[in-house]
């Protein structure tokens, strides 16, 4: 109803019904071919998810009526610009309980109730982004049942404060988002430990918003125009289509690499030293196992941040990428190598901003460029190569028995490829000639 009342198209539904609705959910993904969830089984609460074949995705989620009626269920929610509805019978008619129309054409986010927040916790995250989101003032009421409500958020579920913090981290406005949370105090229950929110991070979560929206697929023509932003486009905009699908990745279901990228975005250090990334990376570890992410993704950020800081010095320096250090950091890092990349140019535009390029601006661009070249465009040419040989062929050559030194022969003559030394399969077995011998030699 929100967005509709604003003019703004969704992709998202919330459905009402009396009685148990997961019924109505599964038999909806059935008919629609959508993916069906129960989010929340004693709650009654379900969930579909309609795929277009454009990427874009449908959520319809299912729950009980809460009260006697819809306007008694409307009343227990929690800001009354969420506390709208229509009949499916009456589309044109708004159930509007408690001025949610008038609150949201004033920009005001007022709750339903004086316990609002305090009956679930969640909702001063709900609060921050829907705030930001929309530019709604934030009431004093509201803040005060915020500063109330703070210390209950040690008893909810990591996976929820986790989920809604996502919705933040992939939603627009995440830089000024951070900060509210920061000045109400909500920070050190999302991430313990977590440093007071430097003006480096929030320039860094600007920048990456920024650098999405100039290499997404819907940018900003006038942002190419001038200073960096404009060479990052010369550069870089080619892969627009190949950077949005990247985006849109997700490791688990529910959270895209915009959200987790956002989430390395906020603990990339002030100092570009090697201590400090080592720092950075230990307290991100602590805060990816403090949300609860997977195994998946937190190995995936300790990557991305390692690749970050390889690239700061790739683009610190005079002279191109050779294949060789373009093959390497692939092999290290893998898809991961990718992110490292736009990580790499947040914190480069977070320190020197957008205006004329500094003289380290082409560098780290060119960097960048040769980078995902490699990775888009020449992936089975200098990342990699088909294979020339195989384990069989050197241990039948040579009479050799399985092990870790037969990988290592491979993992040479690969290299060698990727580089453009070897070509063929008489030139990947010459070169095993000239290797084997201190290959096989035995470690000291």
Known sequence: MRDALLGKGTHDLDFTLQGNP???ARNVADRLGGAFFILDKERNTARVIIREEDGHRHVLDFTALQGANIEEDLKAR????????????????????????????????????????RDDPIRILRATRMAVQYELHITGDVKSQIRRSLSHLRTES???????????????????????????????????????????????????????????????????????????????????????????????????????????????????????????????????????????????????????????????????????????????????????????????????????PPEEGPRILDASRTLLEAWWEAHDQTISPPRLITGDDIMETYDLGPGPHIGRILERIREEQAVGKITTKEEAMAFMEEVISDDLSPCP
């Open 78 to 117: 929690d800001f009354t610009i969420t506390a709208m509805a229509v009949r499916v019978q009456e589309p044109q008619k708004v159930i509007d309980p408690l001025g949610g129309i008038p609150d949201l054409q004033a920009g005001v986010l007022r709750a339903c109730s004086s316990h609002a927040v």
């Open 158 to 356: 990591p996976e929820r404060l986790r989920d809604e913090f996502f919705r933040i981290l992939e939603g627009p406005q995440q830089a000024p988002a951070l900060k509210t949370l920061s000045s109400l105090g909500v920070l050190p229950y999302l991430l313990p430990g977590f440093p007071p929110l430097s003006p480096h991070n929030q320039r860094c979560l600007r920048y990456a918003e920024m650098l999405w929206d100039l290499l997404g697929k819907e940018h900003d023509p006038e942002a190419e125009r001038s200073g960096v932003m404009g060479l990052t486009v010369l550069r870089l905009g080619r892969f627009r289509k190949k950077i949005e699908e990247h985006l849109q990745i997700n490791l688990v279901p529910e959270r895209s690499m915009v959200g987790l990228m956002s989430l390395a975005a906020l603990f990339l250090p002030g100092e570009q030293t090697k201590a400090a990334f080592k720092e950075s990376q230990t307290d991100l570890r602590r805060s990816a196992h403090h949300l609860r992410l997977s195994n998946q993704e937190a190995q995936r950020l300790t990557y991305m941040m390692r690749a970050c800081r390889e690239v700061q010095i790739f683009g610190g320096r005079s002279g191109s990428l050779s294949s060789r250090e373009v093959y390497r950091y692939f092999q290290n890092y893998s898809e991961a190598g990718v992110e490292g990349v736009f990580l790499a140019l947040v914190d480069f535009l977070a320190r020197k901003g957008t205006g004329s």
């Open 22 to 24: 997961i019924p109505w």
